[in-house]
């Protein structure tokens, strides 16, 4: 049975750090492309940032690159998302991604709230 479970999510201030992970379970985890997507109330699901099965490349929204690092553990089936001096307009629910050639699995998400 496939599950991907998102942690880490909770209430941070302004300019503050906060450490997202995502462990996944019933596939093969090092093939898969991993992924965070965010989604705001009213706005469209976005890709923050991504990193691949084989090699662990990397790429990030512009809005976030020098702020947020995604990092994996193959050995634990684990991805992460550090998250650097966060911004109010970065509040969302956080949602971690599996891919590989045409299977997709999602997370149920987890809120992140950024508010003094």
């Known amino acids: 049975q496939v599950q991907v479970v998102e942690f880490g999510g909770g209430l941070v201030q302004p300019g503050g750090s906060l450490r997202l992970s995502c462990t996944a379970s019933?596939?093969?985890?090092?093939?898969?492309?991993m992924s965070w997507y965010r989604q705001a109330p009213g706005k469209e699901r976005e890709l923050v940032a991504a990193?691949?099965?084989?090699?662990?490349?990397?790429d990030y929204a512009d809005s976030v690159k020098g702020r947020f690092t995604i990092s994996r553990d193959n050995a634990k089936n684990t991805m992460y998302l550090q998250m650097n001096n966060l911004k109010p307009e970065e509040a969302a629910v956080y949602f971690c991604?599996?891919?590989?050639?045409?299977?997709?699995?999602w997370g149920q998400g987890t809120q992140v709230t950024v508010s003094s």
């Open positions: 991604k599996a891919s590989w050639r045409s299977r997709d699995y």
């Open positions: 019933g596939f093969y985890f090092k093939l898969y492309t």
């Open positions: 990193i691949s099965g084989v090699g662990g490349s990397t």
